[in-house]
């Protein structure tokens, strides 16, 4: 069993800055990929951020030079540091991480729970 739990939203003015932070536990063998999409109201899920075990990160355009992932490995942490938070930001952030849980096992998707992150103008 492998467990992503988000935490760090919240509600912030535009312009300000949130830190997310979600850790994988249980039986994690492999880390491959951690990142972090979001959803907001009547759209669908987009990427937001992804990283690999060996830190080559990927952003969507829309938080280019806004947003920076970071993993800790040693932990299974990852972060999503988010500044110049803008309005259209507002969404369900949900964390996500691709591993193996024992050298037998397939490589799997697994999901958090979600954070809501709301950004005020």
Do not use: H
Request: hydrophobic residues 35%; positive net charge.
């Amino acid at each position: 069993q492998v467990q992503l739990v988000e935490s760090g939203g919240g509600l912030v003015q535009a312009g300000g800055s949130l830190r997310l932070s979600c850790a994988a536990s249980g039986s994690i063998f492999s880390l491959k990929f951690m990142g972090w999409d979001r959803q907001a109201p009547g759209k669908q899920r987009e990427l937001v951020a992804t990283t690999s075990s060996g830190g080559s990160a990927n952003y969507a355009d829309s938080v280019k030079g806004r947003f920076t992932i970071s993993l800790d490995n040693a932990k299974n942490l990852v972060y999503l540091q988010m500044n110049s938070l803008k309005p259209e930001d507002t969404a369900v952030y949900y964390c996500n991480a691709i591993l193996q849980s024992s050298t037998w096992s397939p490589t799997k998707d697994y999901w958090g729970q979600g954070t809501q992150v709301t950004v005020s103008s």
